[in-house]
T-cell receptor, first 112, second 118 residues
Framework: LAKTTQPISMDSYEGQEVNITCSHNNIATNDYITWYQQFPSQGPRFIIQGYKTKVTNEVASLFIPADRKSSTLSLPRVSLSDTAVYYC?????????????FGGGTRLMVKP | GAGVSQSPSNKVTEKGKDVELRCDPISGHTALYWYRQSLGQGLEFLIY????????KSGLPSDRFSAERTGGSVSTLTIQRTQQEDSAVYLC????????????????FGSGTRLTVV
């Protein structure tokens, strides 16, 4: 299983762009990178997923360099409601068992 | 249903009692997962069901924990002789089998059952 490393916490201010980087040095060829968001008292929520280069949806962008040993979740113009814990997972989607491990996540605090 | 439903949402039990937690996955989702999350901590994997295959029980912390999934749908997590360290939020998630098409394949989580053992 590809182990992931993320910063424990980050602070930002409303309106700023936030970039959270996840390291996964031993990512395998078949592994995808998936990010989840968790608010207090709720289960995690899928945000974005990618294999290489850049993926963008209505919520965030995911940047993956050519060597795929890291990935960066980018949240544009954050608001107070983006305060949450963000988890990076790496695994082979053909084998859901490889997606089982959530790390400690990054606790993002957005300030006014 | 539209989402993953868990019941009860809150459960307070006395130490030594047995508890059953229920999960109704999204209809058609073949995979079902149980996680545990202690206050302020990350998610701890407990058990994983995929279709008719034998479940992956590698995350169950002790033999007091067991889970069933009947008819490939509803799942029940049972904790026998509860201990105070079992207090946590128990989260259930479900997913489709990956079709091979990128991307946006992920788990859908329920809101969890908050278990308090007193």
């Amino acid at each position: 299983l590809a182990k992931t490393t993320q910063p424990i916490s980050m602070d930002s201010y409303e309106g700023q762009e936030v970039n959270i980087t996840c390291s996964h040095n031993n990512i395998a060829t078949n592994d995808y990178i998936t990010w989840y968001q968790q608010f207090p008292s709720q289960g995690p929520r899928f945000i974005i997923q990618g294999y290489k280069t850049k993926v963008t949806n209505e919520v965030a962008s995911l940047f993956i360099p050519a060597d795929r040993k890291s990935s960066t979740l980018s949240l544009p113009r954050v608001s107070l409601s983006d305060t949450a814990v963000y988890y990076c997972l790496v695994g082979d989607l053909n084998n859901a068992g490889n997606m089982l491990t959530f790390g400690g996540g990054t606790r993002l605090m957005v300030k006014p | 249903g539209a989402g993953v439903s868990q019941s009860p949402s809150n459960k307070v039990t006395e130490k030594g009692k047995d508890v059953e937690l229920r999960c109704d996955p999204i209809s058609g989702h073949t995979a079902l997962y149980w996680y545990r999350q202690s206050l302020g901590q990350g998610l701890e994997f407990l058990i994983y069901f995929q279709g008719n295959s034998a479940p992956d029980k590698s995350g169950l912390p002790s033999d007091r924990f067991s889970a069933e999934r009947t008819g490939g749908s509803v799942s029940t997590l049972t904790i026998q002789r509860t201990q105070q360290e079992d207090s946590a939020v128990y989260l259930c998630a479900s997913s489709l089998a990956w079709s091979g098409a990128p991307t946006n394949y992920g788990y859908t989580f329920g809101s969890g059952t908050r278990l308090t053992v007193v």
